[in-house]
């Protein structure tokens, strides 16, 4: 009986290993470890064994059981592996089909640029102000310190509506308006669309977006006003950009400057994009002067305030480098799908 | 303004490059545009003295010339030139130089000829006869004893072509840099240099001006001071080669020496000047007044002007001679045979200068000037620099005195002199002397606490602008920059978070955002075919437009959006889906300014774009906004839609837009030949009812149970009323109910449609049970019996 047991220990191990597949396997475990298989037939010779080999050889069976059970087993998680690394190979894909997206729609190019602006402004403590497109001649020239005759209003060809209504040329009557409803201190920036009769071409347009900004508070000095320029100017252009003023002369303004910040594509180097400059103009600004506080409401003896103004176009042109002015109101989608 | 380093040098000596001079002068305020060496292209051209000249043996028109031009032989140069003669100098381009324009000479052979270089005309050096009068102009130039004529001298340096000329942007407040002593004293101040204005010396003559002329001011508030001065004799000439060379420099044309030295006095002291024919001036009398109706005058330029009474204008006796400020009379000019003339140095209310300019639409360079506000003072100091320069060119014979009319007060303009303040305002610290010495090297003097300001400084007037003096001259560079210090809450307000929410949902549902202008045509309207009564072509006109494309508000979002769609149409683009957040402009009566309105304006057209991606679109954003009340009508009244295919959007009773298909004849009007779907809405009625507070609710815990109706009613009923009813009888416990098809054709009678429903039905307090979940549903259909709508069998 032990020799039949080792015998088929040995077959069985054989026939495990050399069988085809899941299914050939267990009909060996049934041939072997079944009701009817060859180890229940040899265990019922186990009657006439003597009570001494009866334990032997019921240890040896139970043994030789769970080898086979073990082995079995063991091909049958391989045959399993087998079988998913064939189904995997079987389901492989061309990765380079194309995805299935939802596209998103795309802001406009001005939009981009504006929302980084009052990003950087809000993060300063600044609030976004507004006024109307349609404006008083006061607002935006005579509480501007720009009367009647004064040959700035020269520069700013001006749509009139009526003698005293017009299209607003600037941005800047909203410093008058705010001033007129808020107490200092103020801090506030003031996008919108102006409008100069200029014709349309590569680098005008009649309609632009400017950004005027405007800060009003107790000792509020030209410092001030540095230090929040570069702050636009690292923010929009990243953080080597430097910023230089030079002094230069608008109405409303006592100092005035022109701001220009180091060529972001050449670094100040001097490069074609800075037509050798080393430096892009970008804005204006300069300390509020002290008629146009008056026109606020607010006493120029008691505060102080500084005031800009960015050409959104330009900034974003420059960001883009998109080099025809009238790409941003002709809205082709091939256009707009870049940004 | 340009500025001729030669000019600037009789000024102040300034010797650094170019460059760090532009860099210096932008620095302190004086804006360089650019700089150049005058004939800076001009290369390898040289004098040379005309040896031999001969007839070119093939030819009947050449010359062939040996020509010194200083090397150990002399060069064989053909020219075509018929104006030569032995012993005259020229300009020689030798081999490899450049003439004017870039052209490139080499030696070469004409008709077989050597030919070592070309001798050069005025043009091949960049030059008119305005510059040398007594060159002829289709010929050689053949220099003058008011050139070097040393042969192999460089060409530039022979004629002075060598000027470097600076141009600068003079900003409107600085008048007084629209000439080179202003710019020299801008110079000096940057550069830390002594400068003193000058003082022309005054020119005694002959007989008595007063014999000659009478001066009448009689509208002082525009004409604060006119001085005047004869000068007889006059021997009109070209002017000296020095004269002549600096107002080239500056951009000026030479005439001839009495029209040469008004403008060289322009340039020079910043005020303009003019000369009378004194034939013309009627009784001797220059009387300064306003015009009279009627009144015309033909001006230099040979047009006949209409004058109205508030200008103002120069007349003698009889008749205007000028327009004050602005252009002389045709018989005020210089004549080759004017014998006397009278020089103009006056000064004009700047504002009147600038309406009359305007509306005569001639605004020109003395008009340019005055409207800026010019010195009274400067007045007389001109009008000797003239007479200076008279007797320097003895171009005539100075008749004695000076008539000066002058009704300026001789107030001196002050301002408090408060260093500290300056120093606080502008966030620096500079001693008071060195503010002092600032100031003083500007021309200000700081007398017992007080500046005093410059006549020809207008634009001082406040503290603020002598600080501005002091900082740009410390320098705005060495301002060190602080932060602010005080804190302020930046954030935006509730409407623009709403905005920014709006222009997210749209970009995440697919949108592009465009950007149009909002000045549109009136004719517009008619492309959406707006009816001639409706109030929407009430704009906004604008006056002056630049074209009828931009001549009005727009008061619709609609035709900037159908343009859009137009052009990628048109550009052949496949599809295109859109938003815009727009402004538009409806006039108010009785209001100055219209009302200006936000409106959100949807279009697309292209694959996948239909009626219900429209208005999935709008459904979205009304979710995202927290609106969920709002009622969606079918309108066949929207002019601009199909009115099978129009809706309006209504928010707890509120109007707040319209959408749908493009009507087939809009479409038309904008060559788009597909279908488009537009939509407005309005931005304010979407904020009023937007509702962004977020209340968590408790996830289901029990499950729920799903039943899926199918009715039958007339294919016209809204869906929308079927789903109602539904939603009303199922009760409280119906969760959710959703479409998911609608079906006409077979199996459904004709005029009929088919309509199924999925209802989730749940409680929220334990397991709905199959007998609660049909007894609603029964309920369901029993209601849309009611309605004559039976279930699908």
Not at chain 2, 337 to 344: A, G, K, P, Q
Not at chain 2, 543 to 556: A, I, Q
Not at chain 2, 628 to 650: F, K, M
Request: charge should be negative; hydrophobic fraction near 40%.
């Amino acid at each position: 009986m032990k020799s039949q047991l080792e015998q088929m220990r040995r077959t069985a191990a054989e026939k495990i290993a050399g069988a085809s597949g899941i299914a050939e396997l267990e009909a060996l475990r049934i041939a072997y470890l079944g009701k009817k298989g060859e180890l229940t037939a040899i265990l019922k010779q186990m009657g006439s064994l003597s009570a001494e080999e009866r334990p032997i050889m019921g240890q040896l069976a139970n043994e030789v059981r769970a080898g086979i059970e073990a082995l079995i087993a063991q091909q049958f998680e391989k045959f399993k592996e087998k079988e998913k690394a064939e189904r995997l190979v079987s389901e492989t894909i061309d990765v380079t089909l194309p995805g299935k997206s939802v596209a998103l729609g795309h802001r406009h190019p001005l939009s981009i640029v504006l929302n980084e602006v009052i990003d950087i402004f809000l993060g300063m403590g600044f609030k976004v102000a507004s006024g109307p497109e349609v404006e008083l001649d006061y607002y935006n020239f005579e509480a501007l310190n720009i009367p009647e005759g004064h040959p700035a209003r020269d520069t700013q060809d001006t749509f009139y509506i009526t003698d005293n209504v017009l299209l607003r040329t600037q941005t800047s009557p909203v410093q008058i308006r705010y001033m007129e409803q808020n107490k200092p201190p103020i801090r506030i920036i003031a996008p919108g669309r102006v409008y100069r009769s200029d014709a349309v071409d590569a680098t005008h347009s009649p309609l632009f977006h400017q950004i005027e900004g405007l800060v009003v508070d107790k000792g509020v000095t030209m410092g001030d006003l540095k230090a929040g320029l570069e702050a636009i100017a690292k923010g929009l252009f990243g953080n080597e950009t430097r910023i230089r003023l030079r002094p230069h002369h608008f109405p409303f303004t006592e100092p005035s400057c022109e701001v220009d910040v180091s060529c972001f594509r050449c670094g100040g180097k001097g490069c074609p994009m800075c037509k050798g400059e080393g430096w892009i103009e970008i804005l204006g600004a300069g300390m509020v002067h002290p008629k146009v506080l008056q026109n606020g409401g607010i006493d120029p003896d008691e505060y102080s305030g500084y005031a800009f103004g960015v050409g959104l176009e330009r900034i974003t042109m420059f960001r883009f480098q998109i080099d025809d002015m009238r790409l941003l109101y002709e809205n082709d989608v091939r256009f707009l799908s870049q940004f | 303004m340009l500025l001729s380093n030669k000019w600037l040098n009789d000024y102040v000596k300034i010797d650094v490059s170019d460059k760090e001079f532009a860099d210096v002068m932008t620095m302190s305020g004086s804006k360089v545009e650019g700089f150049g060496r005058e004939g800076a292209e001009l290369k390898n051209i040289v004098v040379g003295k005309i040896l031999t000249l001969e007839r070119h043996p093939d030819s009947d028109h050449l010359w062939v010339c040996q020509v010194d031009t200083g090397g150990s032989a002399p060069l064989q140069i053909v020219t075509g030139a018929q104006n030569l003669s032995v012993g005259d100098f020229v300009p020689v381009a030798l081999d490899n130089s450049v003439v004017a324009g870039g052209k490139q000479i080499k030696k070469g052979k004409l008709r077989g000829v050597e030919s070592a270089g070309m001798l050069c005309s005025l043009g091949e050096l960049g030059l008119t006869t305005h510059d040398f009068p007594y060159a002829v102009c289709d010929g050689i130039f053949v220099l003058g004893d008011d050139c070097d004529r040393t042969v192999g001298t460089d060409i530039r340096a022979a004629i002075g072509l060598d000027d470097i000329v600076t141009e600068f942007e003079i900003t409107p407040n600085r008048p007084d840099c629209l000439s080179v002593t202003g710019l020299a004293r801008e110079a000096a101040a940057s550069f830390g240099i002594p400068f003193n204005t000058p003082v022309p010396s005054v020119i005694k003559g002959e007989g008595d001006v007063s014999d000659y002329l009478s001066v009448e001011i009689l509208d002082s508030k525009k004409c604060y001071r006119y001085a005047g001065a004869v000068v007889k004799n006059v021997r009109i000439a070209p002017s000296p080669r020095w004269l002549r060379e600096r107002l080239r420099a500056s951009g000026v044309r030479p005439i001839n020496n009495i029209v040469d030295i008004t403008n060289y006095v322009m340039l020079e002291y910043g005020q303009p000047m003019h000369a009378f024919d004194y034939r013309f001036l009627d009784g001797g009398s220059v009387i300064v007044r306003n015009a009279r109706a009627g009144e015309k005058i033909t001006t230099l330029d040979g047009t006949e002007r209409n004058l109205t009474e508030d200008m103002l204008v120069i007349a003698d006796a009889n008749k205007p001679v000028a327009v004050a400020g602005v252009m002389g009379g045709e018989y005020s000019g210089i004549m080759d045979d004017t014998n006397t003339i009278v020089f103009e140095s006056a000064c004009f209310n700047g504002p009147s200068v600038r309406s009359t300019a305007k509306k005569l639409g001639m605004r020109t360079e003395a008009s340019a000037r005055y409207e800026k506000g010019l010195d009274p003072k400067g007045c007389r100091r001109c009008l000797d620099r003239a007479l200076e320069l008279v007797r320097l060119l003895d171009a005539g014979d100075i008749i004695n005195g000076v008539i000066d009319c002058d009704r300026t007060d001789n107030e001196q303009r002050t301002v408090p002199f408060d260093p500290d303040w300056t120093n606080r305002f502008i966030g620096i610290n500079v001693p008071h002397d060195k503010q002092i010495e600032i100031l003083e090297s500007l021309s200000f003097k700081v007398e017992n606490g007080m500046v005093i300001v410059p006549s020809f400084r207008g634009d001082v007037e406040h503290r603020a602008d002598i600080a501005e003096e002091v900082a740009r001259f410390y320098g705005f560079e060495n301002i060190e920059s602080r932060p602010l210090v005080s804190t302020t809450a930046g954030m935006l307000n509730e409407t623009q978070k709403l905005r920014k929410l709006i222009d997210n949902v749209l970009l995440a549902q697919g949108l592009t955002e465009i950007m149009t202008y909002s000045f549109i045509s009136p004719k517009y309207y008619g492309n959406i075919k707006l009816p001639a009564d409706s109030p929407l072509r009430n704009s906004v006109v604008i006056k002056n437009p630049l074209g009828e494309d931009t001549s009005v508000m727009r008061t619709t979002a609609v035709p900037s959006m159908l343009e859009v769609l137009s052009r990628n149409y048109n550009n052949r683009n496949a599809g295109a889906r859109l938003y815009e957040l727009s402004t538009v402009y409806i006039p108010v009566s009785g209001e100055a300014l219209p009302d200006e309105r936000q409106t959100v304006s949807l279009g697309m057209y292209g694959e996948g774009c239909d009626f219900f991606s429209l208005k999935g679109v709008i459904e979205e954003l009304l979710y995202n906004l927290g609106i969920s009340e709002y009622d969606v009508d079918a309108v066949s009244d929207c002019v601009y839609l199909h009115p099978g295919r129009a809706a309006r959007l209504t928010v707890n009773g509120d109007e707040s837009g319209v959408f749908g298909e493009v009507h087939p004849d809009v479409l038309d009007n904008y060559e788009i030949e597909t279908k488009a779907y537009v939509g407005t809405l309005c931005f304010d009625v979407l904020c009023k009812h937007a509702n962004l507070a977020k209340t968590y609710r408790q996830l289901p815990r029990f499950p729920a149970v799903t039943r899926d109706l199918a009715f039958v009613c007339n294919k016209k009923l809204p869906v929308l009323t079927l789903e109602r009813a539904i939603s009303e009888a199922a009760g409280k416990n119906l969760e959710s109910i959703s479409l998911f098809d609608v079906y006409e054709g077979s199996q459904i009678p004709d005029g009929m449609k088919s309509v199924a429903f999925n209802l989730v039905l749940r409680s929220p307090d334990k397991t709905m049970t199959d007998e609660e979940a049909d007894s609603a549903v029964k309920r369901a259909v029993k209601a849309l019996e009611k309605l004559g709508i039976s279930l699908r069998s």
